[in-house]
Protein backbone atom coordinates (compact mmCIF):
# COMPACT_ATOMS: atom_id res chain seq x y z
CA UNK A 1 0.00 0.00 0.00
CA UNK A 2 1.34 3.19 -1.01
CA UNK A 3 1.47 6.40 1.30
CA UNK A 4 2.98 9.25 1.17
CA UNK A 5 3.92 11.08 4.54
CA UNK A 6 4.23 14.75 5.45
CA UNK A 7 6.34 16.79 8.29
CA UNK A 8 7.69 19.73 8.81
CA UNK A 9 4.92 22.26 9.72
CA UNK A 10 4.12 24.60 11.97
CA UNK A 11 4.18 28.48 12.96
CA UNK A 12 6.62 30.65 12.01
CA UNK A 13 7.48 33.94 12.03
CA UNK A 14 7.09 36.17 8.58
CA UNK A 15 10.16 36.14 7.10
CA UNK A 16 11.21 32.90 8.70
CA UNK A 17 12.22 29.19 7.59
CA UNK A 18 10.67 26.18 7.68
CA UNK A 19 11.71 22.44 5.94
CA UNK A 20 9.02 19.93 4.77
CA UNK A 21 9.58 16.23 3.72
CA UNK A 22 7.79 13.73 2.00
CA UNK A 23 8.81 10.14 3.13
CA UNK A 24 7.06 7.58 0.21
CA UNK A 25 6.16 4.27 1.89
CA UNK A 26 5.53 1.08 -0.90
CA UNK A 27 6.66 3.92 -3.91
CA UNK A 28 9.94 4.98 -5.19
CA UNK A 29 9.30 8.70 -5.23
CA UNK A 30 12.50 9.85 -7.11
CA UNK A 31 11.33 7.80 -10.38
CA UNK A 32 8.24 9.71 -10.81
CA UNK A 33 7.07 13.32 -11.02
CA UNK A 34 7.22 14.50 -7.23
CA UNK A 35 5.37 18.11 -5.99
CA UNK A 36 4.09 19.95 -3.36
CA UNK A 37 0.93 21.52 -3.94
CA UNK A 38 -1.14 23.79 -1.13
CA UNK A 39 -4.33 24.69 -0.42
CA UNK A 40 -5.29 27.92 1.47
CA UNK A 41 -8.58 28.41 3.15
CA UNK A 42 -11.21 29.69 0.61
CA UNK A 43 -9.14 28.70 -2.13
CA UNK A 44 -8.24 26.12 -4.78
CA UNK A 45 -5.09 23.77 -4.32
CA UNK A 46 -2.31 25.55 -6.10
CA UNK A 47 0.84 23.68 -7.30
CA UNK A 48 4.04 25.16 -5.45
CA UNK A 49 7.14 23.15 -6.47
CA UNK A 50 7.16 20.27 -8.96
CA UNK A 51 10.60 18.15 -9.52
CA UNK A 52 11.17 15.40 -11.99
CA UNK A 53 14.44 13.43 -11.11
CA UNK A 54 14.95 11.71 -14.71
CA UNK A 55 14.99 14.94 -16.01
CA UNK A 56 16.84 16.97 -13.61
CA UNK A 57 13.67 19.76 -13.92
CA UNK A 58 11.98 21.86 -11.57
CA UNK A 59 9.21 24.54 -11.56
CA UNK A 60 7.42 26.66 -9.09
CA UNK A 61 4.71 29.20 -8.75
CA UNK A 62 6.10 32.28 -9.39
CA UNK A 63 5.05 33.94 -6.01
CA UNK A 64 7.65 31.35 -4.34
CA UNK A 65 10.69 31.64 -6.97
CA UNK A 66 13.47 32.38 -5.31
CA UNK A 67 12.33 31.35 -1.71
CA UNK A 68 11.71 27.78 -2.13
CA UNK A 69 13.32 24.65 -3.03
CA UNK A 70 12.62 21.66 -3.97
CA UNK A 71 14.69 18.83 -3.47
CA UNK A 72 14.61 14.58 -3.62
CA UNK A 73 16.54 12.17 -1.30
CA UNK A 74 16.95 9.41 -2.90
CA UNK A 75 18.80 7.79 0.20
CA UNK A 76 15.99 8.07 2.63
CA UNK A 77 13.03 8.17 -0.30
CA UNK A 78 11.52 11.50 0.29
CA UNK A 79 11.21 14.73 -1.12
CA UNK A 80 11.80 17.83 0.56
CA UNK A 81 10.60 21.82 0.18
CA UNK A 82 12.84 24.27 2.44
CA UNK A 83 10.55 27.37 2.38
CA UNK A 84 12.55 30.80 3.36
CA UNK A 85 11.24 34.44 3.37
CA UNK A 86 8.03 32.72 4.12
CA UNK A 87 5.43 35.37 3.94
CA UNK A 88 1.62 35.49 5.65
CA UNK A 89 0.31 34.71 2.13
CA UNK A 90 2.02 31.19 2.46
CA UNK A 91 0.39 30.15 4.94
CA UNK A 92 -1.97 27.25 3.84
CA UNK A 93 -1.86 22.89 4.08
CA UNK A 94 1.12 21.69 2.56
CA UNK A 95 0.40 18.81 -0.01
CA UNK A 96 2.77 16.00 -1.19
CA UNK A 97 1.97 14.38 -4.03
CA UNK A 98 3.59 11.75 -6.49
CA UNK A 99 2.62 11.47 -10.03
CA UNK A 100 3.32 8.15 -11.72
CA UNK A 101 1.83 9.02 -15.32
CA UNK A 102 -1.58 6.86 -14.26
CA UNK A 103 -1.90 7.60 -10.51
CA UNK A 104 -1.69 10.43 -8.57
CA UNK A 105 -1.17 9.61 -4.71
CA UNK A 106 -1.16 12.41 -2.20
CA UNK A 107 -0.32 12.70 1.75
CA UNK A 108 -2.93 13.94 3.76
CA UNK A 109 -1.09 17.62 4.19
CA UNK A 110 0.77 19.56 7.04
CA UNK A 111 -0.18 22.62 8.16
CA UNK A 112 2.26 26.07 7.67
CA UNK A 113 1.38 28.96 9.40
CA UNK A 114 3.20 32.61 9.04
CA UNK A 115 2.42 34.95 11.61
CA UNK A 116 3.80 37.32 14.21
Known amino acids: QVQLVESGGGLVQPGGSLRLSCAGI????????MSWHRQAPGKERELVASLTSAEGSTNYLDSVKGRFTISGNNTENRVDLQMNSLKPEDTAVYYC?????????WGKGTLVTVSS
Open 97 to 105: NVHTGWLDY
Open 26 to 33: GITVNLYT
